[in-house]
Structure formats: structure tokens, C-alpha cells
């Protein structure tokens, strides 16, 4: 029974180990490591077959060098506030889409909701660099948007929407809004719906009740689906890539240029380093949140 449980808490820890832990230590020793021309482009300054020695030499000669540049040059620190400015946004903008999706699933008859939960998936079963490309055509000025919005008049001329901040949102909106949808509806899902009642019962209308009772209840979605939303998008390379232009900086892009335009490996790690350890927060306050609901149900 002992050796079952360690098995059992063995194998997530290993595959951490495995796919985080390792990946991590490794891009945390090529950031501390100084440029070259060569391949690897960089120099290592940790020689683990030297032994003790060289491990001791390694922390004599320790510097943060490339996490310095990283505050000389105002485009890394402007990408990170990019970045999460965009995140933000989007993450408003989903949660502003997503909520009322969410609400009319959970009061949908029960037989349509079985097929409502499919249509939001649905997109999921399609590439999602097909999905992106295809926003590329709508969102472009020949593409079906502006000659939908010609076609009704609404506009004289095709807009510039592609190559714009407005194409990531819509982009990313796009791409994660489900992430905020399923949170949501699974916790509106289980509102006790007689709340509700006894509250219109002791005289609020039925938007005065949402506000009092819906709204603070669906709370634990709405964060689970914020960062489930807001942590991917923050680090988000292939939408701003493809769907912005050259004044969309997010810190994917640079990280993509240094690593593959620059073949500047150790500062592009440092780079990863620093946006792994923003991520942190959000993901420690995800975990923090999932836990106080889980000993809420209990």
C-alpha cells in the first residue's frame, strides 16, 4: 500500500523533473554563459567534467552579466510591459465575451448543454497555427471582414486591421476564450439556483440578484479562467508574430529573434529566466485560489 502511494506521487514529480526542472536548469546555466561564435553559439562557464574544482571556479567567477544588458537596453524591459499590457487586455476582453457565454450554457435547457460545451471546444480540433492563418485572411484588407463591413455599407474603404495590436486581441481573444468559458460554466453550472429565487423573493429584480448573487459565487471561475487565460497569452509568440506588425513588441518575438536572429543564446535564456520567474506569481496565485476552492467544497 506504501509503494503504491510513492508510485502514485513518483510519477508527477518525475515527470516535473523531467520536463520542467532539467529544461529550466539548463537554460538557467547557458543564461550565465558569455557569447560565441560558434555552435552552440556560447561559451560555457560551468564545466561539470572538471569536478569539484571546476564547480568551484564557476561560483568564483559567477556574474550576471547578461541579466544586466537586460536593463541597458530599453527594449527588453518595454517587451515585458508589452507584453503584459496585451495579456491584460486580453484577459479583460475574453472574461467580457466568455462570462455571458458561460451564463447562457449554465441556464440552457439541460439538453443543450451537451452541445453547446461541444461548440466551444470545437475550435480545439483544428491546428491552431491553421486558426491564426485563417484570421489572417479575414482580418486583411481584401479578407471577409472589411468586405462584409463594405458590402453593408458601414464602411467606404477597407480598414487596417492586420499588422495591428487590434488583430492580436482579437487573435488571442479568439484563441483563449474558451479557457475563460469552461471555468465559469463549470461554476455557474453548480449555483444553486433557489439563492437566486430567495433573493427576488426579498424584493431584487433580476439584474440586482445577478449582481449580488451570480456575480460573487462565479468568482473562483472567473480567477481560474483569468490565469488560465492570462499566462499563456503572456509569453504568447505565434499570434503576435503572425497577426501583428512591426510596432507589436511582446516578449515571445524577442525571445524568438535572439535565440534564432541573433544567435545571442545566453542573453535570449536570460530573457526565458526572467519571464519564467514572472510567471511564477500568477501561477502560484492560480494554485493558491484552486486550493482555498477545493477546501470550500470540502
Not at 72 to 82: E, M, R
Not at 111 to 119: D, I, K, V
Not at 186 to 192: I, P
Not at 276 to 296: F, G, H, S
Request: proline share 6%; charged share 15%.
Amino acid at each position: 500500500m506504501i509503494y503504491r502511494r510513492l508510485i502514485l506521487i513518483a510519477v508527477p514529480y518525475l515527470w516535473l523533473l523531467a520536463l520542467f526542472l532539467v529544461p529550466f536548469i539548463i537554460v538557467l546555466k547557458i543564461s550565465l554563459s558569455d557569447s560565441a561564435i560558434a555552435i552552440p553559439p556560447y561559451t560555457p562557464t560551468l564545466d561539470l567534467s572538471g569536478g569539484w574544482e571546476s564547480i568551484k571556479a564557476f561560483f568564483a567567477e559567477l556574474d550576471f552579466e547578461n541579466y544586466v544588458f537586460l536593463t541597458t537596453d530599453d527594449l527588453y524591459w518595454k517587451s515585458y510591459l508589452s507584453s503584459l499590457q496585451i495579456a491584460l487586455i486580453s484577459t479583460f476582453l475574453c472574461l467580457l465575451v466568455g462570462f455571458p457565454i458561460a451564463y447562457g450554457m449554465a441556464n440552457a435547457p439541460d439538453e443543450w448543454r451537451p452541445t453547446l460545451m461541444m461548440l466551444v471546444i470545437l475550435p480545439f480540433w483544428t491546428s491552431f497555427l491553421i486558426r491564426v492563418y485563417a484570421w489572417m485572411g479575414i482580418l486583411s484588407q481584401e479578407g471577409l471582414l472589411n468586405q462584409f463591413l463594405m458590402w453593408l455599407g458601414i464602411i467606404g474603404e477597407p480598414l487596417t486591421i492586420l499588422n495591428t495590436n487590434w488583430a492580436v486581441y482579437i487573435g488571442i481573444v479568439y484563441t483563449y476564450c474558451p479557457f475563460m468559458i469552461l471555468p465559469i460554466y463549470s461554476t455557474l453550472e453548480k449555483l444553486d439556483i433557489s439563492l437566486i429565487e430567495a433573493a427576488e423573493d426579498l424584493g431584487c429584480s433580476r439584474t440586482t440578484a445577478f449582481w449580488l448573487v451570480t456575480v460573487p459565487l462565479s468568482k473562483s471561475g472567473v480567477i481560474a479562467g483569468s490565469f488560465l487565460v492570462f499566462i499563456p497569452a503572456l509569453g504568447e509568440f505565434v499570434i503576435p508574430s503572425l497577426l501583428g506588425g512591426s510596432g507589436t513588441l511582446m516578449i515571445g518575438k524577442v525571445l524568438f529573434e535572439e535565440f534564432f536572429a541573433n544567435r545571442d543564446w545566453p542573453v535570449a535564456s536570460a530573457v526565458a529566466v526572467v519571464l519564467l520567474l514572472i510567471l511564477i506569481i500568477p501561477i502560484v496565485l492560480y494554485q493558491r485560489n484552486e486550493q482555498k476552492a477545493m477546501e470550500a467544497e470540502q
